[in-house]
């Protein structure tokens, strides 16, 4: 059986786990499927990587901006994209999307929607740390998928440099706001900077006040199980920002699908979860 394309997807996405974890989950895994894919000659291998590969910046980051990896999925990511750079013979094309959201997404904005869903239940503001001019960008799960088959047609019928391309993808709190009917407020920048001195215990805190409810909301709906939780460590807690040129990939000839995060976005992802049971049914009035 041969193969035309090789999409490299897979890899450790928890946050605060072991170096050795992330050393044979993201870095080996990618370099042994990839020298894999060139022994067998593939047209292409696509690595999926993070744009958290990117130094905090003002200005959005486009592909060739400064790299400094600020959580230990993205120091490892990049480390496997050096790698696989160097296998000879490999097609090798990188994608580096922002915060994936969308149906089955375990993290990120869902982990918000999480949040969000708890203070609904105590009946009070979302306080957030940091400021709301903190960027997170992000792109849609459906966008990724169309991209990814998308860029490897056109790597195939177009691309003839040697130079290894890499494509950035990109396009809530408001949405928190309308979907659940609460405040969202920000933490006054005293606070804000205090917390940076003592990350462990400010992420301490916040999981203290989140779990109790979310555990009573889900025994209250009879959920019995379920992989959705607040909790969070610290690589989830950084005051960087997610700011990201995704125009790149535009010049190929590829637009997006779902350009903005609407409130019916959201509440898709939590619909999918109810239907599954693993969201509290009696939800969003």
Known sequence: MSFDYVFNFA???KTGQDEEIYQGRILDLSVHCAQEAAKHDVKLFMEMSTAQVYEDSVEPSTESSEIKPWTDVAKYKYKAEKELMAIEGLNLLIVRPALVYGPGALSGLTTRLILGRIHKYLNDNMKCFWSKDLKLNTVHVRDVSKACWHLAEWYVDHHESDEIPIFNLRVVNEHLESIFNIGVKYHNHLVSTLAKIDLAAVVEGENEKHLGPWEELL????????????????????????????????????????????????IEII?????????????IQ
Request: proline share 6%.
């Open 219 to 266: 025994e209250e709906n009879e959920v019995k199980s379920t992989p959705l939780t607040p909790f969070i460590k610290k690589d989830d807690f950084h005051d960087h920002s997610l700011s990201i040129d995704g125009s790149k990939i535009e010049q190929t000839g590829f637009d997006y699908q779902i350009p903005t995060i609407t409130d019916e976005n959201l």
């Open 11 to 13: 890899g450790e996405t």
């Open 271 to 283: 619909e999918e979860f109810k239907a599954l049971n693993l969201w509290p049914k009696n939800d």
